[in-house]
């Protein structure tokens, strides 16, 4: 069924002049815009009906009334803020504090509160237009960041509306973004969980966004799904592309040809360097100079016999930081050409100005090193396009390790672009390397780039999306009532081979003050063994508890155990069988002592040890000065543990170390790779139990139960384990 797509950004993807007292728009160029086309002309085509754009025009809300639209392939929908605020929203918020910031240059960035609070006006402004067009099965593609609250706002007005949010920047490190009031820190962060997908370009920025939120609004996540009231919202990578045979197939155009050979006429037998970037002070371009001047200084030969062709696309020319950087490049070019170059030749071709396609494409196609040295770079599309276009295979690029596109690109000649003499050295590898090295290299990129084109990423993300907006419809409280309660114990009657998996504590007992004293009560022990003794009933204790302790209660029935949240597996009376590497456990004596430091200032609270796992329990404490204390221990846990392979739960009363890799949903994939079950009853009370209920979950043959009354994964909701207790009786009697 086809929907309709509302994609929503600070900007219309129109450019718009009046000529003659006659407005004329035409399609802006830009990596948002090319790629949002490549899928709708694709994919997109297919899944969506309608496409409607919202967005600030550039004009007046009077003028936008004679622009003629009707050849447009998108509905437009215009935006208009009030002037003074959308200007301090975009060139204040936006591009004062968010920008330099997430590109890690705090010193430039500027705290101004009525920034935010204009930044937070403008959004409530998209929030309000979108609203009085937004219906029933309608799908929200939000980008950037300056729109960072706007999911959170559409949230609270539409609770089942289906978001994306798309960041194509980078996000910070936690020590950066902390540095940012707390206030507006919340209010950004929570605004993003609004969405139902979060994407970023790389891996390390859902990392460092992960970290953040973990430390912001201590809510719990499992590395790609967070728990956000009662939604989970997906956090993943989708590193954004380009249209990879608009590229290629321009190499063979007859436009470009053209100007391939005027080009190569101009370089001649000279060597050449290109390089386009936007005006910006995060590009590195300054840095590139100094590094291009320091090549030829070490490399004299090169005088005379190289041209640096260096495009600057103008951009935020207005703002303070902007043409101060440009002022600076600007003298350092003239000083470099007069200082070495002569009436013949000149070490550097400058321009500034836009570049059309063809002479973009010519350049990428006739230069000998593609030269990209951002200092901080959400991904670079300009490194992808230059690598689309090399359909001769030839050409070099090299490229900042500071760039998204460096986690994908491994083939270019990376480098750390604050190191002017490694750029001058790469240079000169580049320049040198053999036609059998180039091959090599770019069909490696280039098939990289092929194959997760710009389309590929779009469908990617959106395939997420409507993963995760399955997965929330899993995740809601729906008590386990009368009716499906007889659809159960109907399919436990009809089945052949049938599995239990069981929490202990919170699930088949209340939670005692004292661990220790939850032993079973006899009526417990009696059902279990009444359970386990139906001919193919296969039925497991998966409880967080140490081996010693499941064994002294339940050993002696002929059940499955399994301790400390899958490290340890006992089968039906055997031997213990460690799943946990036993050298993993160096990291023990440090975290303990951390954790002794809580118990001291948190009475009545203790540490349990386990073979591979600590605990420390807090259920006893004063519950006002536990949960401040369990907060700060979090914390310093997350905090130090984060290079190292540990998980850190925070679960009911109690948080936990474990080694990585070990878990209850991966305990219970274990059990099912080994034998197939027609019938499985999965229950438990805590978050550690989502694991096994997420594994699960695509399961035909599988009931899973949350104890209490939180949305969990599970298909169902008891009160109580008392509750638990009854409906395995009912099918020990039915």
């Not at 979090?634 to 070990?662: F, S």
């Amino acid at each position: 069924m086809q929907k309709r797509l509302l994609i929503v950004s600070n900007r219309l993807p129109l450019t718009i002049e009046k000529k003659e007292n006659e407005y004329q728009s035409r399609q802006s160029s830009g990596g948002l815009i090319s790629a949002v086309e490549a899928y709708l002309n694709g994919d997109g085509k297919e899944v969506f009906s309608e496409r409607i754009w919202a967005g600030v025009p550039g004009v007046a809300e009077q003028e936008w009334d004679k622009i003629d639209l009707t050849q447009s392939d998108y509905h437009y929908l215009p935006v208009f803020p009030n002037e003074e605020e959308y200007e301090q929203y975009y060139n204040g918020f936006s591009n004062s504090l968010l920008w330099p910031l997430f590109h890690y240059f705090p010193s430039f960035a500027d705290y101004d509160p009525s920034f935010f609070e204009a930044y937070i006006n403008v959004n409530k402004t998209f929030c309000r237009e979108l609203s009085s067009e937004i219906r029933a099965g309608d799908v929200i593609w939000i980008h950037d960041y300056h729109l960072l609250p706007l999911a959170g706002m559409l949230r609270e007005k539409f609770p089942d509306l289906t978001i994306g949010l798309f960041l194509h920047i980078p996000f910070p490190s936690y020590e950066l973004f902390r540095v940012i009031p707390k206030r507006w820190q919340k209010a950004m962060l929570e605004g993003m969980l609004g969405a139902d997908l979060i994407g970023f370009h790389t891996s390390e920025y859902v990392a460092h966004f992960l970290k953040t939120v973990d430390m912001t609004l201590k809510t719990a996540h499992d590395d790609q799904y967070i728990q956000w009231g009662n939604r989970q919202v997906q956090v993943d990578a989708f590193p954004i592309s380009i249209n990879f045979d608009l590229f290629n197939d321009a190499f063979d155009h007859p436009g470009v040809g053209s100007l391939r050979q005027k080009y190569q006429q101009m370089k001649d037998r000279k060597k050449m360097i290109f390089s386009v970037d936007r005006l910006d002070y995060t590009k590195g371009i300054y840095n590139r100079l100094i590094a291009y001047e320091r090549f030829l200084q070490q490399y004299p030969e090169y005088k005379g016999n190289i041209v640096f062709v260096l495009v600057i696309v103008p951009s935020r020319d207005t703002i303070t930081k902007y043409s101060e950087k440009k002022k600076l490049i600007d003298e350092y070019i003239g000083n470099l050409n007069s200082s070495m170059g002569n009436i013949s030749w000149q070490p550097v071709i400058y321009q500034y100005d836009h570049l059309d396609f063809n002479e973009l494409v010519a350049l990428y196609a006739t230069c000998d090193v593609a030269l990209i040295t951002p200092l901080r770079d959400g991904m670079n599309l300009v490194s992808k396009e230059f690598i689309a276009t090399r359909k001769d295979e030839k050409g070099v690029l090299i490229l900042s390790e500071m760039a998204g596109a460096a986690a994908e690109l491994k083939d270019a000649l990376l480098i750390n672009p604050n190191d002017a003499d490694e750029i001058a050295e790469m240079i000169a590898i580049g320049l040198g390397m053999s036609e059998d090295e180039q091959r090599t290299r770019m069909q490696s990129m280039r098939h990289l780039v092929q194959k997760y084109d710009v389309n590929t990423w779009a469908v990617d993300f959106f395939g997420q999306l409507d993963q995760v907006k399955a997965l929330q419809l899993k995740f809601e409280v729906k008590f386990l009532d009368n009716f499906a309660r007889a659809v159960m114990l109907g399919d436990y009657g009809s089945s052949y081979r049938r599995l239990f998996l069981l929490d202990y504590d919170g699930t088949l007992v209340n939670f005692s003050k004292d661990p220790s004293k939850a032993s079973p009560p006899l009526e417990l022990l009696q059902l279990l063994e009444r359970l386990s003794d139906v001919p193919n009933n296969d039925v497991y204790i998966v409880s967080g508890r140490d081996s010693g302790t499941l064994g002294k209660w339940l050993g002696h029935l002929p059940i499955g155990l399994i301790a400390e949240h899958g490290a340890k597996t006992r089968m039906n009376g055997g031997k213990w069988m460690n799943e946990a590497l036993s050298e993993s456990v160096s990291w023990k004596e440090k975290i303990e002592k951390i954790m002794e430091h809580y118990v001291f200032r948190s009475p009545n609270s203790f540490i349990e040890k386990k073979d591979f796992s600590l605990a420390w329990h807090y259920r006893n404490a004063d519950p006002f000065l536990a949960n401040r204390r369990a907060k700060d221990l979090h914390e310093e846990l997350v905090e130090y543990t984060l290079q190292m392979p540990l998980d850190v739960l925070n679960g009911h009363k109690v948080i936990e170390v474990r080694n990585k890799g070990i878990n209850k949903g991966l305990a219970t994939a274990r059990i099912l790779d080994a034998t197939e079950y027609d019938f499985i009853l999965c229950a438990g009370d805590d978050q550690t139990d989502e694991d096994m209920f997420k594994v699960l979950a695509r399961n035909q043959a599988a009931y899973t139960v949350k104890v209490g009354h939180q949305p969990s994964f599970a298909e169902y909701n008891l009160y109580t384990p008392f509750l638990v207790s009854s409906l395995l009786e009912s099918i020990c009697d039915g």
